[in-house]
């Protein structure tokens, strides 16, 4: 199971990345893809829209199951990969670059610092 | 619960299967990616092990007339060497099981089952059993693969002197094969994508397998889950017992009256009931359904009119990986019989743009 060191993640199985200026990138774990299975379309209705931390901030629908995604912070939505309109399948093959889900602009960044980091993450999937 | 296990289980495994329980089967629901899986039986060939579907034999003085009798097709119109789409009717209007009747010689037939109705099925049929028939269930001791895809017939040619190319749509035989003997080659399968499946022994399916493997390496074969299994019998129309049918779903209901044949010299079990349905009319249909907005229908959700009213239910769905688009089947009433009347998904609070169409879907 790949998950990179780098990375804070939740307990539904989202990864965020902060980057510069407040921006973080967020989408979901290899453990989740691999769950999910062929992954056919990602909907984010909230770009433009502030969404709190744990709400939900789009679906992903795969062949046999769809799911909802979670914010790991609040802030707004900035946009939603557009990679993943013409290939979702991105999401499975590099869940944590290519595939990357939505940009964030995070309202409180000390959200982040209350994620697990990969050693807990490991943990949780484990046990 | 007892989960049971094929005899290719350690192969699936050691092929990447991740294994789902199914039927009391621990079965392998895809190997790679469904829609790799999916589009190698449409476009080349895959295998897959049905192994846990049921068989039972009928032999004996009455077989003809317990299975004219159980079943709604006519098995009179058989020619030895053909094999049947039908279903068994459940007395009460309803459908026992959806099954394929295999006609080997007078007095000796053989029906193929779903899995999760073997037990169910076995009783019933043995309930019915007023003729003297003499009833076998082989379930334990045949396995079964099904070999779909237009390479199907150039994989399976090296492996059999059996003239392939001459077993017609729905016939079989019983040959040598992959060097066993007394091998059942069907032209039949649930895809649509043409190709054979095979009957065996257990003890020879796994020399079979790895002898299918090998002979379609140059043709790009693949084990196949039954996530595709699903998605290519949907793309198709086919009705799935479970989801589609059910002892509450009429033959007629769900448009399996082709295969439910009201002659003088076939009496089955419903028979009067289901031909009034016929010349009435039914009040709900089974239909397919295109997904004009994006979205995947699911089993379940709720069907809709324009002005919000319920009027069906989703009972399979699926991502047509052919079209690109959600497909999905549910019972619907008559105002939406027509192809291209539009209706609604409700998934998940939001509705959805779909329209009838007529099956197949691709």
């Given at each position: 199971m790949n998950v990179p060191e780098n990375l804070k993640y939740t307990k539904d199985h989202e990864w965020i990345r902060v980057e510069e200026d407040g921006i973080a990138t967020v989408g979901i774990t290899d453990f989740a893809q691999g769950e999910l299975g062929d992954i056919v379309f990602v909907e984010a209705e909230t770009v433009d829209n502030m969404v709190f931390v744990g709400e939900s901030f789009g679906t992903v629908e795969a062949v046999k199951t769809v799911s909802d995604l979670f914010m790991p912070v609040s802030g707004d939505v900035l946009e939603l990969n557009p990679e993943l309109e013409d290939t979702p399948e991105l999401v499975n093959q590099d869940p944590y670059e290519k595939g990357w889900m939505i940009k964030v602009k995070m309202s409180d960044p000390s959200e982040v610092d209350k994620l697990m980091d990969a050693e807990s993450y490991k943990k949780m999937l484990e046990s | 619960m007892i989960v049971k296990k094929t005899l290719l289980n350690d192969i699936h495994r050691q092929n990447g299967g991740k294994m789902v329980d199914f039927a009391g089967f621990e079965m392998p629901l895809q190997f790679t990616t469904i829609k790799e899986e999916h589009m190698t039986v449409r476009q080349k060939v895959g295998v897959f092990d049905v192994s846990h579907m049921g068989e039972f034999w009928v032999k004996g003085s009455g077989a003809a007339e317990l299975i004219q009798f159980v079943t709604t097709n006519d098995i009179s119109v058989l020619k030895p060497g053909q094999a049947q789409y039908s279903c068994l009717p459940n007395?009460?209007?309803?459908?026992v099981d959806d099954l394929l009747v295999y006609f080997f010689e007078p007095e000796k037939y053989l029906l193929v089952v779903n899995a999760a109705n073997i037990d169910k099925d076995w009783k019933w049929i043995n309930s019915q059993n007023t003729f003297g028939a003499v009833l076998e269930n082989s379930s334990d001791n045949i396995s079964q693969l099904a070999i779909q895809g237009p390479k199907a017939l150039s994989v399976l040619k090296k492996l059999t002197d059996v003239d392939l190319e001459n077993i017609k749509y729905y016939y079989f035989t019983a040959g040598s094969f992959a060097e066993v003997d007394n091998v059942i080659i069907s032209?039949?399968?649930?895809?649509?994508a043409g190709g054979f499946e095979i009957y065996c022994y257990n003890e020879d399916l796994l020399k079979i397998y790895s002898a299918v493997i090998k002979a379609g390496e140059d043709f790009g074969i693949s084990p196949v889950g039954l996530g595709a299994r699903d998605s290519l019998r949907l793309e198709m129309g086919y009705c799935l017992y479970g989801n589609?049918?059910?002892?509450?779903?009429?033959p007629i209901e769900a448009g399996l009256g082709w295969i439910t044949k009201f002659n003088d010299h076939n009496d089955f079990i419903d028979k009067s009931v289901l031909l009034a349905q016929k010349k009435a009319g039914v009040t709900r249909c089974l239909k397919g359904f295109k997904m004009i907005d994006r979205g995947i229908p699911r089993h379940g959700y709720e069907l809709v009119d324009n002005d919000g009213n319920v009027i069906g239910r989703v009972t399979s769905g699926t991502q047509s990986f052919m079209l690109n688009k959600g497909i999905g089947m549910g019972y619907v009433n008559k105002e939406f019989y027509a192809t291209g009347t539009e209706l609604f998904v409700k998934a998940r609070g939001k509705l959805l743009k779909a329209e009838i169409i007529k099956t197949p879907f691709v």
């Open positions: - | 007395g009460r209007g309803g459908i032209a039949t399968g649930y895809t649509g589609d049918i059910d002892d509450t779903t009429s």
